[in-house]
């Protein structure tokens, strides 16, 4: 086993020779077998729909090489390499440059990643990989974009504190990519003051 989550295990396998990262939805015996079946194959499907359109869209994310529908799994080439919170530093801001690159190609056509962190974009040479589609969906909505771009602020400021302008970065070239972007960043602003005044 690589890791296991709340939905998924992640074990590392081979297929077509090539070596592969297998992700499978755990049966949940809280749901009836039938409901927890179907549960589980349209949460596989969404993330298979959501790798397919990012790579649509020119973001570089795991290949899926196998799909096994009866067990809810499927398998995606393994990528080595460090995340982005391991390996970001003052060093290598060309990191937040790409990743405010590869949001603004997402929300541009209307992909939310839903779990947008350092630690779900892997650095493969000199460009970055997005992993983990799991809770993402589609949406036209200037709103959840906001909170999707929200979300890595957050996590970006509490993780990435001593990269002063890393985010400032990754704003620019969302902003850059996005022909919404500034909208989108003005949401985000709007959030935070419903969110500190309420």
Not at 4 to 28: D, H, I, M, Q, Y
Not at 54 to 80: E, H, R, T, W
Not at 127 to 136: K, P
Request: aromatic share 8%; proline share 3%; hydrophobic share 40%.
């Amino acid at each position: 086993m690589f890791s296991s989550g709340a939905e998924a295990v992640l074990s590392k396998t081979n297929v077509f020779g090539r070596s592969a990262l297998e992700k499978r939805r755990v049966p949940k015996g809280y749901r009836h077998p039938n409901l927890d079946s179907l549960v589980r194959f349209n949460r596989m499907r969404r993330e298979l729909s959501l790798l397919f359109a990012a790579k649509q869209a020119g973001v570089s994310c795991p290949f899926v090489l196998d799909v096994n529908v009866n067990d809810c799994a499927f398998s995606m080439a393994f990528i080595a390499g460090p995340t982005a919170k391991q390996a970001l530093s003052k060093k290598n801001l060309w990191v937040c440059d790409q990743l405010g690159e590869m949001v603004a190609k997402l929300h541009s056509k209307d992909i939310i990643h839903g779990d947008l962190t350092t630690s779900n974009v892997l650095i493969a040479g000199k460009q970055l990989v997005l992993i983990d589609f799991g809770m993402g969906f589609f949406s036209k909505k200037k709103e959840d974009r906001a909170v999707d771009l929200l979300n890595l602020k957050k996590m970006f400021h509490a993780t990435h504190s001593d990269i002063s302008q890393g985010w400032d970065r990754i704003v620019k070239n969302y902003v850059k990519r996005n022909p919404t972007g500034h909208e989108v960043i003005e949401t985000i602003t709007e959030i935070e003051k419903r969110t500190r005044y309420s």
